[in-house]
Nanobody, 129 residues
Framework: QVQLVESGGGLVQAGDSLRLSCAAS????????MGWFRQAPGKEREVVATTRWISGHTYEPYYTDSVKGRFTISRDDAETTVYLQMNGLKPEDTAVYYC???????????????????WGQGTQVTVSS
């Protein structure tokens, strides 16, 4: 059984940093998309950052415009963990953050929630002003 488990959320002040981690068990996700989505109260779940497989252990990151220059997504070489380093946090970043993954599907970029098969339980990030 595949499981994705997020950690690292919390309550911080504007301008602070957090690092989210997502550990996969049950399978590895080599050459497969892994990414982060978030859902704020009353809003739809949206992509924050994800990875597009290029070759070997090389991935191209994708970021939604609102986090470019502040957030960094990375993966470990064992292909079981994905991270989201969040710097310069803003109150509008407050949301539940979800890790997501899908099986190998070539080198396309996947940014829609319905394109991901596996989801974590979510971790709350709250940024106070």
């Amino acid at each position: 059984q595949v499981q994705l488990v997020e950690s690292g959320g919390g309550l911080v002040q504007a301008g602070d940093s957090l690092r989210l981690s997502c550990a996969a068990s049950g399978r590895t996700f080599g050459s497969s998309p892994m990414g982060w989505f978030r859902q704020a109260p009353g809003k739809e779940r949206e992509v924050v950052a994800t990875t597009r497989w290029i070759s070997g252990h090389t991935y191209e990151p994708y970021y939604t415009d609102s986090v470019k220059g502040r957030f960094t997504i990375s993966r470990d070489d064992a292909e079981t963990t994905v991270y989201l380093q969040m710097n310069g946090l803003k109150p509008e970043d407050t949301a539940v953050y979800y890790c997501a993954a899908r099986p190998y599907s070539g080198s396309r970029l996947y940014t829609r929630t319905d394109e991901y098969n596996y989801w974590g339980q979510g971790t709350q990030v709250t940024v106070s002003s």
